[in-house]
């Protein structure tokens, strides 16, 4: 018999289970996939925004695939399309309000909406959310406008890159983080204000204070925090990404205290005391459990999207499939920087009490004679007892992305500050130093 498959969603979550579900052999001859999205693009990259307003491409060059392509494939991938509710009892969701789509197995892959603070002002003009290709055209046609003045409230990554953009624009631009430091949900403060002075001739920071209100009659003229008024003709709120759970929620669909909805590790949602069996959810809509508190929390990126992904469309053609508890490993590039973080930092071990032991170091990138060598700054976090590693941190010109797996990896296998330095590593002094800064940080860390 045909299964018929409802995926809600297509952004990188529904996307990546249809594309998955579409690799699987005779998958498409098994089952008949409906995906249904708001927007009228068909698969499109919210990741590469930052940089295409950097002018590193086009926004355009974003829209990866056309609906075209996956109805090519017999995929009934309808866009401008709003899912009003889910009736769990009868197997169907209503569209639009008026049409019923029947389902043996849905996919809720609703994902995340830019959290608005509850602000005076922010529905005036000039105030702006980056979470996707509207989005990112209007600050765009924005910045063409020759502003003066950018405010971006929130220093994590997104709002850091966008300040760039700004900037790179000779627009004179002030991030205001409410958090004493940048980057607080990935960095401690010591490495956090290495990424602030690398920033300080581009960009102005306003740190541990929040936005008390946006001023302007119809537009934005200024912002206040604390007691200051900063001049904006343009402010971007880059204040964190809730979870879209409102259809799930209204379902009867559990929601967890992360503000995500709650699933077992096949990924399959929970209704009163039972996880459904053909209703699973994934991506920034979710709550996932950290895999080394153990604690529930959202991981909204494109890469745990890829890997629930997998898990659903397995689960989905009978192959039993389980999701790990999340480690969430982030890189970003912000103004030529590379920054990474896994596993927990320092203020995460903290409020959960769990005794650390932290070493830090600098080196270089290539051994400290070769040319093109950049600093590379390593701060490693290792349960204090079992002297495992639990979080790392590190900033450099380059290589951060593949030292940032490689710690995955090695959170994962429960690798120890002794293993790290009296394992084997490569060595050439084009790409490596024979002592790295991962070794350096964990003899430190350890004190031997
Ligand atoms: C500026 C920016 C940069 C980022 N950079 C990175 C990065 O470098 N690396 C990384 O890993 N992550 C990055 N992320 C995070 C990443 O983009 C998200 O984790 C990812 O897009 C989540 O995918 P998703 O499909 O779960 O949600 P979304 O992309 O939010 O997609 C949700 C989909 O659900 C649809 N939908 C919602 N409700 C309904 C409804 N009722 N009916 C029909 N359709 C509905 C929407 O229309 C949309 O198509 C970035 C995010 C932003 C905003």
Known sequence: MVKKVVIIGGGAAGVDVLELLLRGQGAAEEMEITLLKKEEEGFFSTCGLPFALQGMYSIKD??????EFYRAKGIDFRTETEVTSINLE???????????????????????????????????????????????????AAMSANPRNALVIGGGIAGLQTAVAFSKRGIYTTVVEM???LLPSILDADMASIVQKWLYKEISFILGKPVSAIKGEQRVKSVIVGEEEIPADIVLMSAGMRPSVDIAREAGIEVG?????VTDRALRVKKGKLYLDNVYALGDCVEVIDAVTYRPRLSQLAST???????VANNIRGISSSYEPCLSPTVATISGLQIGSVG?????????????????????TKARFFPGRKLIIAKLLFEAYTEKLIGAQIISGETVAERINELTLAIRAGITARDIWMRERCFD????????????????????
């Not at 974003?62 to 609906?67: A, D, V, W």
């Not at 999207?305 to 898990?311: G, N, S, Y």
């Open 179 to 181: 958090f004493p430091y």
């Open 305 to 311: 999207a890829l890997i629930q992904a997998r898990v």
């Open 62 to 67: 974003l829209s990866l695939f056309e609906p």
């Open 429 to 448: 002094p084009s790409l490596t130093m024979v002592e790295d800064v991962i070794v350096d940080a964990a003899l430190k860390a350890v004190g031997s």
């Open 257 to 261: 205290e992360s503000g995500g909805i």
């Open 90 to 140: 009868e197997g169907y969701v209503r569209v639009d309000s008026i049409e019923e789509i029947r389902y043996d197995e849905l996919v809720i892959a609703t994902g995340s909406k830019p959290f608005i603070p509850p602000l005076e002002g922010t529905n005036l003009e000039g105030v702006y959310t980056l979470s996707g290709r509207e989005d990112g055209e209007k600050v765009e």
């Open 344 to 364: 927990v930092i320092t203020e995460v071990a903290r409020r959960y009490g769990i005794k650390i032991k932290v070493g830090k170091a600098i080196k270089y």
